[in-house]
């Protein structure tokens, strides 16, 4: 149990950057920018520490690409983690985490997750019905309210949201669904601030999620995230606390952005 809660930091990645997902999009709605673009490849390395020493114990990749699904384009927007080639006798991670997001509405239309995590194999399909407000997962229908996103997609709507509206302080409800649940969460949005990472320093966003108790973060706001402050928002650093210890994940490689790194002041 200890090893896996160390080591299933790509669901530690995919819920702390999506966390953030899906600041009100009725008022949001018109003052988007397009982010990212098909082509796309984002490189993170992930770090974990029990008490002084920050340990490479993984890296995940994240891509985009064109598709067609159920007859309209979509980004097919893949997640993949892995463990650290140093760390793969003590516990070997190998997760998958893809999801089929609208190009003209940034909703998915279909999420698959294949997780092997020391010897632990499983799979989870779901398929979004947004106009029935239904999800079904493993042949399982729920009601989901309007616009909810997946775990995956919701990272890259987020980084179409226009956080220059939101003031230090402001709460931004979103709701995801995730592991056969519907979870109404927020974002707390803190203000702009300039940080070192392992890639160079940056201007960037600063904001903090509410947590789901009950998995493996602690509750509450105690989870940090930056976000390049450009037109690309990309998530330069991921900061928190987990049951057992603490992560950090940093972007350490990009390929192919729609717009100017202009959030970059410096490259290490």
């Given at each position: 149990m200890k090893k896996q809660i160390v080591f299933n930091w790509l669901k530690v990645m995919l819920i702390a950057v999506g966390m953030f997902a899906m600041p009100l999009l009725a008022s949001a709605q018109g003052d988007f920018v397009r982010s990212f673009q098909d082509g796309e490849k984002l490189t993170f390395r992930v770090f974990y520490n029990m008490s002084f020493i920050w340990i490479h114990s993984g890296d995940a990749v994240f891509t985009?690409?064109?598709?067609?699904?159920?007859?309209?384009?979509?980004?097919?927007?893949?997640?993949?983690?892995?463990?650290?080639?140093?760390?793969?006798?003590?516990?070997?991670v190998s997760d998958k985490y893809e999801s089929y997001v609208d190009k003209e509405?940034?909703?998915?239309?279909?999420?698959?997750?294949?997780?092997?995590?020391?010897?632990?194999?499983?799979?989870?399909?779901v398929s979004f019905n947004h106009d029935k407000c239904q999800a079904v997962s493993d042949k399982q229908e729920f009601m989901i309210p309007k616009n909810t996103q997946d775990v995956l997609s919701s990272m890259y709507y987020a980084r179409n949201v226009n956080y220059n509206k939101y003031k230090p302080g402001d709460k931004i409800p979103f709701t995801m669904f995730l592991d056969k649940q519907v979870y109404n969460l927020y974002i707390k949005y803190i203000g702009k601030e300039r940080i070192t990472t392992r890639m160079g320093t940056f201007n960037a966003i600063k904001i903090s999620p509410l947590l789901i108790e009950g998995t493996i973060f602690k509750d509450g706001n105690k989870m940090t995230i930056w976000l390049s402050d450009d037109d690309n928002h990309l998530p330069v650093r991921v900061e928190s606390p987990i049951l057992i210890g603490n992560i950090k994940i940093d972007l350490m490689e990009y390929e192919n952005l729609r717009n100017p790194f202009a959030g970059l002041i410096s490259k290490n």
């Open positions: 985009v690409k064109p598709e067609v699904v159920n007859q309209r384009n979509v980004y097919h927007v893949t997640g993949v983690g892995t463990t650290a080639s140093s760390f793969e006798w003590f516990y070997k509405t940034l909703l998915p239309l279909k999420f698959t997750r294949n997780v092997n995590e020391g010897g632990l194999k499983f799979c989870n399909d």
